[in-house]
């Protein structure tokens, strides 16, 4: 199998426009006569829906929940990235690519990225337009603030519920889109299968999560925007019911999936308490352009936080990195808390948390302009914690929060399988080996608005797609595959709550394959895991039945395909023999251990073919290279 | 924070389906931790009814956060329970006592007719956006972000309506099951902005019609939608749209 990524030639600067000349259009008369499938309603399936609408096709949108407006973007808080120079300090398109080249620990495919850079000012328009309440000064313009792992402000932001306000943005685009019936909505539906005919994606498996009926659907093309995997760790900072069933299930298809080692571990979360906590709680970083991060100097040091000294704290990220300070990227300030934390000197009851404090900030500018900035995050902190974060310091320790891997597309947004689009985070992504703040919600809408909608029309234009019926074969089969599929998982008679089983991998690759990994972890999870998969199917407690809402079945439908999935992270992680973002590798390392890459060896993204359950996966390599930002050491000291 | 575990009563609302009978059952929630939150006090009363053979109680929830608005019962009475300005999943147990007995239903409403046990249908919510709670924007057409100036006091009200997470408290805690709440958010939103204006007459008039032939009631001034508004969205926001109402009766072109 050749990895073509079709990046056009030329300047980089020109490419995308240059390409988008050379796509080949669909005349506005026969858009109509298309379908788009589209699964997911984040901010780039969403986005994607209302405007391939827009354009005059037809689209069938599914999402689990009972409405778009609930998936997971609805959670992003601090706020979306774009290269607008407003506050004049010495932003532009050039240097966005840059930092995010580099952010990506120089593991992204640099066109993409580029064009990423280029089209997030529009993104930003389109949302004011839409009316989206940004945050803005007296002037009336908008406000910018920095964000984690960048020098200048260029990110906007509405209060601590960016993303909430960009999807509600989209999702009233899309819903107009749904009022003039260019898109039709499947709520509380499930994607279970792809259906290939010929070799091209032509069509869905679905399940109605109230009725139980398994149905196909077909189209002209489809479109997953499923999000991320962070809730293979069980304890992450994802909804309970972000999954990796859509992606998974094209993967078994014959979608490559790439870089699934690569996931992000974000610095500032609510630190576990229990054992019978169902998720974690992020605080968004911007938090950290007013909270300083530090620890005791002196381990075992259990005092108040506000009886120990000045003299006796250690601000670890402004002595470690002094010109980034609390600032770094999120893998860097990650891999700093778990060192402190490793070497005894956390805090709280656990000695898993570090404090982020804010009365520096509280003495300079007031509590006011803290509230105004942060008030409903210190809220959230407060209900949980039942602690007061201007009183007391916040106590924070990272989370899996992002998965930058996911399934592979080339500069079309295309999967290997022609005909499947990926957007958002549920692809492989622009972010490389780690995504710095601010850059999903960009991404998403930028796959969404901009990106899809033009190359979706070029594969379209310049494809023969003969005619399909959902009663045609392969796709009918499908239908009857997926149903014995929910029997067999019905019929297993255990002992063992699908909770019990997904909490012990969740832990089980936390340990071996979360923030440090190493080859003795990585081999001993690589062992366990086909051994939990073959107990789940043995010992697994599903109740109900199949013809009605079951949210035990459709829990055990997703606990089924982790427990697949997560083999190929770990064989992902283990064949990664170097360090890179958020892969850390403890053989890899700096003398001041720093994460190492070895670019000689792994320059490249790793995309997989599936070959069956328990089988050793196909390693594909798309060699990157890098003409405009020289891989260097990163360096934020 | 306290550590001492606590032994619960629930009286919780199980319902096979949307056609079938419901009734009141009761459960003993054991050793529950202060720390937990009302979702995962619910989550170890199912795990312990798994292991039992028995049905898990069904409810909607998702982003355990205050945020997705997928959570949705009525605890002792209350949309959201008993604490002010959240929802159901942020709600902790260190907010009630050992031996208390705790009553959950779904929210009651004609347009919001239960699905299972705890869950709801709340399509009656999209459908009002649907029919007018956006700005008619293509994408492509949008002038400069900073083309348009807003006054900030404006966005900042505009933002506040926005933090609506639409999860229907404010129908359910109505006596008269209004939507006023939840459409006045959007209503007042975009009002509030320059880019909603051009069409704020129509969207006011189109959204409160969809909102009456769902089955919603209408306002009386009680305010309890917002005082179980997990977002604490202030009624302020039903009165503009009343204003935006009147004038639109009085000066629409059609």
Not at chain 1, 371 to 400: C, H, K, S, W
Not at chain 1, 459 to 480: F, I, N, T
Not at chain 2, 50 to 66: T, V, Y
């Amino acid at each position: 199998m050749s990895l073509d990524s079709h990046v056009p030639g030329g300047p980089i600067q020109e490419k995308w426009d240059r390409y988008r000349f050379d796509l080949k259009l669909v005349n506005p008369a026969n858009k109509r006569k298309y379908d788009i499938i589209i699964v997911g309603t984040g901010l780039a399936g969403a986005s994607a829906a209302a405007t391939l609408a827009e354009l005059g096709y037809n689209v069938k949108l599914f999402c689990i929940q009972d409405s778009p407006r609930r998936a997971h973007s609805i959670a992003a808080q601090g706020g979306i990235n774009a290269a607008k120079n407003y506050p004049n300090d010495g932003d532009s398109i050039w240097r966005l690519f840059y930092d995010t080249v580099k952010g990506g620990d120089f593991r992204a495919r640099e066109a993409n990225v580029y064009r990423l850079a280029q089209v997030s000012g529009s993104i930003i328009d389109q949302c004011v337009a839409q009316g989206v309440p940004f945050a803005r000064d007296y002037s009336g313009l908008l406000a910018n603030r920095s964000f984690g792992g960048a020098q200048v402000s260029r990110t906007f932001y509405a209060r601590g519920q960016t993303g909430q306000q960009l999807l509600l943005g989209a999702y009233s685009s899309l819903m107009r889109q749904v009022g003039t019936g260019k898109v039709k909505l499947y709520p509380r539906h499930e994607m279970l299968d792809l259906a290939l005919v010929n070799g091209v994606a032509r069509g869905i498996v679905t399940r109605d999560l109230l009725t139980g009926a398994i149905e196909a659907h077909v189209a002209g093309a489809v479109v997953l925007a499923t999000g991320g995997y962070s809730r293979i760790f069980y304890l992450s900072t994802n909804a309970v019911a972000c999954n990796v069933t859509a992606a998974w299930r094209a993967h078994r298809r014959g979608a490559l999936f790439a870089n699934p080692c690569y996931t992000q571990i974000h610095p500032t979360c609510i630190p576990v308490h229990g054992t019978r906590q169902s998720k974690l709680t992020l605080m968004s970083e911007s938090l950290r352009n007013d909270g300083r991060v530090w620890v005791p100097k002196n381990p075992g040091d259990k005092r108040p936080p506000r009886s120990i000294p000045e003299e006796e704290r250690d601000y670890y990220l402004e002595r470690k990195y002094p010109s980034f300070g609390n600032l770094v990227p999120r893998d860097v300030a990650s891999r700093a808390a778990k060192q402190i934390c490793d070497a005894g000197r956390g805090v709280g009851e656990t000695g898993l948390a570090v404090y982020l404090d804010f009365a520096d900030s509280i003495k300079r500018d007031g509590i006011g302009k803290m509230r105004e900035e942060y008030g409903n995050l210190f809220d959230m902190y407060q209900l949980i914690t039942a602690e007061d974060p201007t009183q007391v310091p916040m106590r924070i320790y990272p989370a899996p929060h992002y998965t930058m891997g996911g399934l592979w597309v080339d500069y079309n947004l295309m999967s290997n399988i022609p005909g499947l689009f990926v957007i958002g985070e549920a692809n492989f992504s622009d972010h490389g080996a780690n995504r710095l703040g601010a850059s999903a919600l960009m991404q998403g809408l930028a796959d969404g608005y901009f990106i899809l909608p033009y190359t979706i029309g070029g594969y379209l234009a310049s494809s023969s797609l003969p005619r399909v019926g959902v009663a045609d074969e392969p796709v009918a089969g499908l239908v009857k595959e997926n149903s014995e599929r929910l029997t067999r998982l019905l019929s297993i008679k255990g002992k063992r709550t699908l909770d019990d089983l997904h909490r012990e991998m969740g832990l089980l690759l936390w340990n071996k394959c979360g923030m440090s990994r190493n080859a003795q972890g990585l081999t001993e999870a690589k062992k366990r895991i086909p051994e939990l998969r073959q107990e789940f199917w043995e010992n697994a407690i599903v109740s109900g039945t199949d013809r009605d809402l079951n949210q035990m079945l459709e829990y055990a439908g997703r606990v089924a395909d982790f427990l697949e999935f997560g083999e190929l992270l770990v064989e992902d992680a283990l064949t990664r023999a170097e360090s890179c973002g958020g892969h850390f590798r403890e053989e890899s390392q700096t003398p001041d251990n720093e994460a190492m890459r070895d670019d000689a060896n792994f320059c490249h993204v790793a995309a997989w073919e599936f070959t069956g359950v328990g089988r050793p996966p196909v390693l594909h390599k798309e060699p990157l290279t890098f003409e405009h930002v020289k891989p260097a050491q990163r360096s934020y000291k | 924070m306290s550590r001492r575990s606590m032994n619960l009563t629930l009286r919780v609302w199980r319902q096979k389906g949307p056609k079938v009978r419901g009734a009141f059952v009761s459960y003993q929630a054991k050793d529950i931790s202060p720390d937990q939150s009302f979702l995962e006090m619910l989550d170890t009363v199912n795990q312990d009814l798994l292991l039992k053979g028995e049905e898990p109680i069904h409810f909607d929830n998702d982003c355990r956060e205050g945020i997705c608005g997928a959570c949705s019962m009525v605890i002792n009475g209350q949309a959201h329970g008993p604490l002010k300005g959240t929802t159901t999943c942020q709600l902790h147990m260190r907010h009630f006592n050992d031996g208390d007995t705790v009553v959950i239903e779904p929210w009651r409403a004609k347009a919001f007719p239960v699905v299972k046990d705890l869950i709801v249908d709340r399509q009656s919510l999209d459908r009002i956006i649907t029919s007018g709670g956006f700005v008619s924007v293509d994408v492509g057409g949008a002038p400069d972000a900073n083309a348009v100036l807003v006054p900030k006091e404006d966005a900042e009200e505009a933002m506040d309506a926005a933090a609506c997470i639409g999860c229907g408290a404010c129908a359910a805690s109505c006596k008269n099951a209004s939507a006023m709440l939840f459409v006045s958010a959007k209503v007042s939103q975009l009002a509030l902005l320059p880019q909603g204006h051009p069409e704020r007459q129509r969207r006011v008039t189109e959204m409160i019609q969809v909102m009456q032939d769902a089955g919603f009631g209408n306002c009386t001034n009680e305010s309890e939608c917002e005082a179980a508004c997990p977002k604490s969205i202030s009624v302020s926001h039903i009165a503009r749209m009343n204003r935006e109402f009147l004038l639109s009766t009085l000066t629409r072109r059609r």
